[in-house]
């Protein structure tokens, strides 16, 4: 140990060091050991190991972290940059960062923040890069320390917040030192309900847009986290009031400009605050939803006249006085009944459920006067079908408000790893109304292509919300895009999807058939195999592309039936029937497929090439989509490849379902025995001869 202690001691650097075990002669140590003593250096740590063959010599965090506390304080600029550079790459072991916080190394990390930056400001001209990056290191620290939840948020000052706010406030601000402070502002309102007053009172959400309409998309995610923190942790009372706020500032338009349909891909933590402020958008509908209508308050019950009048008596008066008062209740009760409501008499009774309570009825007054004409078609189409046949647009209404809520988990807290979040949604004001107008005039549709009736109507709602969700989990980029998706789902359509996907899942996931399916998948794939070199014999004429891309030139390739070589030559056009040999030339022997898709255009996407000779080249541009997988197949078939194109996967689903249904087949009336038959006699003699004639 001597020698250890020796060569420890020559050294003269805090930093780890590596010394060849040999040099020492510690061969003779077990498989590890693990020493801790003094030096000049402090604590340090010495891990041998006998199947290494170096020495490493840490520093302990004590050390490390009483060093750095002294050398952040240094009046040299450099010797403090660099310091604070160490600082904020150790402090993300928790370790050092609780030996660091123990020399209460965060309030002088505080005090660094609120008046050593100012001390420095004057030479900030002279100085900005250095200024800059000194600043960075500091709030980075200080994040870091922070993260590991070894002290509280609610220790912090007044000064201190109003320090990172200016940072935030200030135009022209270091990227990093801007991101940083962001970053610290969304954690103080998330761990401090007393900061997150602070901080509300320091950032406006009018300062926080500009944030958003740069380029850099660290800095609008943390953006957007700062207004969501703000958002969820703002009282009940106060929520809609910022709602409206973010309203006025156009913060939805901005968003969809500069960050949704922005020239560049959506990473996943920005996905994740956009589905957080979907999420809380949504969850303002929460108080109507579970907001039960009073039957004896005359302001609810005015929109339910106002409904009335839109769809029957579009140019009276909702208060109009002519005709008796029992008329009039006639009147009424047999309206109420046409617009779908289950209790005629009285319809205010149909929203004293919760969910969907008084958001279902808001719904319901949204589509009749912002879709007036489809509100008035769906109510009269339905007043003249048979009572049984007529699909009820007050308890559609209502249900369909529920079933959304539902979709959309409206009430519900956001998900700490969920990035699901919609883009259409970030395409109108009243989103979720538009959704419901999707989606009611959806329900009226199904209705009338099951030809259902009152008792079918649990399975309308069913299918309804299949159409929907199949919708949404394609992400259309705008409600209108969301309706032509759901255009294309009709119930025939999701009556094939269910069939397809009931034949795929049954019982095929016993260990019975799995075993099944992996004996007879060589065999179908080596079908499938034989199949894509046949297609090659028979060859395809390929399109040529000149230099100014004009498809008016043809030729033709195919596989030679011993498949060691390609034949194929140019033609004058597209050929009908087959191509004579003599007319194609025998070319290479089959060398590695090299080049595969390229997503550059809808041509390049049928790309693909095969090297020859080094240095040459065939290149295909095949017809479509099912040739492009055919050859490609092929070949790597060739060159002892799998095949793996969506067509090969395709045709292996269906051949191996097939098979196993064949073989699955229950044998009627056939009576299979226990034992194998016995084994016939052999003949007395073999003089026999079978006449074929």
Known sequence: MGSVRKAVNSHHEINSHCLKVESLGLETFPWYRVCIWSCAFGLCIFVFQRNGSFLSVVVS??????????????????????????????????????EFINLDGISLLTQMVESGTERYQKLQKIMKPCFGDMLSFTLTAFVEL????????????????????????????????????????????????????KVAQEITIGQLIPHLQGTDQEIQTYTIAVINALFLKAPDERRQEMANILAQKQLRSIILTHVIRAQRAINNEMAHQLYVLQVLTFNLLEDRMMTKMDPQDQAQRDIIFELRRIAFDAESEPNNSSGSMEKRKSMYTRDYKKLGFINHVNPAMDFTQTPPGMLALDNMLYFAKHHQDAYIRIV??????????????????????????????????????????????????????????????L??????????????????????????????????????????????????EILKIR???????????????????????????????????????????FRKLNCRRRQDKFWYCRLSPNHKVLHYGDLEESPQGEVPHDSLQDK???????????????????????????????????PDKHEYCIWTDGLNALLGKDMMSELTRNDLDTLLSMEIKLRLLDLENIQIPDAPPPIPKEPSNYDFVYDCN
């Open 61 to 98: 965090s004590a050390q490390n972290a009483q060093q750095l506390h002294e050398r952040i304080q240094s009046s040299s600029m450099d010797a403090k940059l660099e310091a604070l550079k160490d600082l904020a790459s150790l402090s993300r072991d928790v370790t050092f960062a609780q």
């Open 146 to 197: 922070m993260d590991h939840g070894i002290v509280s948020w609610d220790t912090f000052s007044v000064a201190f917040i109003k320090k990172i706010a200016s940072f935030v406030n200030k135009s022209g601000m270091d990227i990093s030192i801007l991101q940083r402070s962001l970053a610290i502002l969304e954690s103080m309102v998330l761990n401090s309900h007393d900061l997150y007053q």
């Open 380 to 441: 009269l189409e339905n007043s003249s079908r048979e009572d049984k046949h007529e699909c009820p647009f007050g308890r559609s209404s209502i249900e369909l408000t529920k079933m959304l809520c539902e979709i959309l988990k409206v009430g519900e807290l956001p998900s700490e790893t969920c990035n699901d979040f919609h883009p259409m949604f970030f395409t109108h004001d009243r989103s979720f109304e538009e959704f419901f107008c999707i989606c009611i005039q």
């Open 443 to 492: 329900l009226n549709k199904t209705w009338k292509e099951m030809r259902a009736t009152s008792e079918d109507f649990n399975k309308v709602m069913q299918v309804v919300k299949e159409q929907v969700m199949r919708a949404l989990t394609t992400k259309p980029s705008s409600l209108d895009q969301f309706k032509c998706k759901l255009q294309n789902l009709s119930y025939t």
């Open 499 to 541: 069939q397809s996907e009931r034949m795929n899942q049954e019982d095929f996931q016993s260990r019975p058939i799995l075993e099944l399916k992996e004996k007879i998948q060589p065999e179908i794939l080596e079908l499938i195999k034989q199949q894509r070199l046949n297609r090659l014999v028979e060859g395809t004429c």
């Open 588 to 622: 290479p022997s089959l060398l590695p497929l090299v080049s595969g898709l390229t997503p550059c255009s809808e041509v390049l996407e049928l790309a693909f090439s095969i090297l020859y000779d080094s240095n040459c080249q065939l290149n295909f541009i095949a």
